[in-house]
């Protein structure tokens, strides 16, 4: 009994001391797994702040390239693998109207554009601006994205540029021309006038010459003004009393254009001002503007000049009552060598407006004017004196005088 007892006790303390030993065992395991769960907590969480934060940084750059994208000056549109629109930006809707996210880019190619024969490298929209269009294929993904330059100012730019050379190279034939123009002309001009002065027994001969005479002479106006255009409008200056100015104008109005109803009117009265410039030159610029207004009419012509004056200029008005400047012309009518009639050279107001500005004044086509073509020439005053002295009227200053019928 008692040796059974003692068997049962030491069997029992082997069990308690394996327990004890799994116990410690089990305890063990429970902290290091413990310790690795803590881990892994730690790592995870350092991974999401890490991805919290490369998203916020990526959320960043993305409103970034979206503030930019919206502040491009240049269109942009965002095509998917199928051709639709996915994105744009607003200048891409000032270009090309109305966009919406889904749309198909055919049917904004067909609504917007308006291809024309001298495009080019560049497209004409329906409004008729120019647009330059760059295509980059997606990374990664099918579309593409493309970028629309509004292009229209730079191609006028290089219009005008291009008129530029083209008018330079007319400039220096113009010269040339005139000059050599000028030395026979001149022969010519003195062998008929003696031929006009003498008797012929035959009234025919002798209205011949005259007639050519007159032909003579507009042919000289006409080369003094391709000289005059091609040396710039630059001019030796001296002072002018405007008064005999606008005298010699009447004067040369009356004595070169007899035989016609063309009226020259030569209003109100005169300012009794000095200009600094060049007489001569003056002269030719208001001759060109009255040749002007007589090659416009068609019977009972008429033009009336009037004299206006501010603070720091005087204004000479040319008023005519012919059929006016067509709205498509006003953009060129001042360019040399433009001229809206099929016999015309295109110089005459070419000419006088590059006198005004070398006279630091204006000549300027006034569109509001509706009654015929109103020309409003603007020159300044002198600043070293006081340039009104007293108010006068010019007593040769109105003449209602018949003319030839010219063009400019």
Avoid at 48 to 74: C, F, H, T, W
Avoid at 82 to 108: H, K, M, Q, S, Y
Avoid at 241 to 250: E, F, K, Q, R
Wanted: aromatic content about 4%; proline content about 3%.
């Amino acid at each position: 009994m008692g040796t059974k007892e003692h068997s049962h006790s030491v069997h029992l303390q082997s069990a308690f001391a394996d327990f004890e030993a799994a116990s410690g065992k089990l305890a063990t395991f429970y902290q290091n797994l413990e310790g690795q769960v803590m881990k892994l907590t730690e790592e995870l969480n350092n991974s999401r702040a890490a991805q919290a934060q490369q998203l916020r940084e990526k959320e960043i750059v993305a409103k970034r390239l979206g503030s930019l994208l919206e502040a491009l000056p240049a269109g942009v549109v965002v095509l998917d693998g199928a051709g639709c629109i996915a994105e744009f930006n607003p200048a891409a809707v000032d270009l090309l109207g109305p966009l919406r996210a889904g749309g198909r880019w055919i049917d904004t190619v067909t609504k917007a554009f308006q291809p024309q024969w001298d495009d080019g490298h560049d497209i004409s929209l329906t409004d008729g601006r120019r647009v330059n269009i760059a295509t980059e294929a997606l990374q990664g993904e099918p579309g593409q994205i493309l970028v629309l330059k509004d292009v229209t100012e730079t191609r006028r730019l290089q219009e005008r540029l291009n008129h530029h050379r083209r008018l330079s190279a007319k400039t220096e034939l113009a010269a040339a021309l005139a000059h050599q123009i000028r030395t026979p002309l001149a022969a010519a001009m003195l062998h008929t006038s003696n031929l006009s002065s003498r008797t012929c027994d035959e009234p025919a001969h002798r209205h011949g010459a005259i007639r050519a005479m007159e032909s003579m002479r507009q042919l000289e106006r006409l080369v003094e003004d391709m000289l005059t255009f091609a040396r710039d409008g630059k001019f030796d200056g001296d002072t002018i009393a405007l008064g005999s100015l606008l005298a010699h104008l009447a004067a040369n109005v009356a004595t070169n254009t007899p035989g016609s109803d063309f009226r020259f009117e030569l209003e109100g009265e005169i300012p009794s001002v000095q200009l600094f410039g060049n007489a001569e030159a003056l002269l030719s610029m208001m001759l060109n503007l009255v040749d002007n207004a007589r090659a416009a009419s068609s019977g009972n012509g008429r033009l009336r000049v009037t004299v206006s004056l501010d603070k720091a200029l005087v204004h000479l008005c040319f008023e005519d009552n012919g059929p006016g400047i067509r709205t498509r012309d006003h953009e060129h009518i001042f360019e040399p060598f433009y001229s809206t009639s099929n016999s015309g050279t295109g110089l005459g107001l070419a000419v006088a407006r590059s006198i005004a500005r070398a006279h630091g004044g204006t000549l300027e086509l006034d569109i509001g004017y509706e009654c015929g073509a109103r020309f409003v020439v603007s020159l300044p005053l002198p600043q070293n004196r006081s340039a009104v002295t007293g108010i006068g009227a010019i007593p040769s200053a109105r003449t209602e005088q018949h003319a030839t019928q010219g063009v400019i």
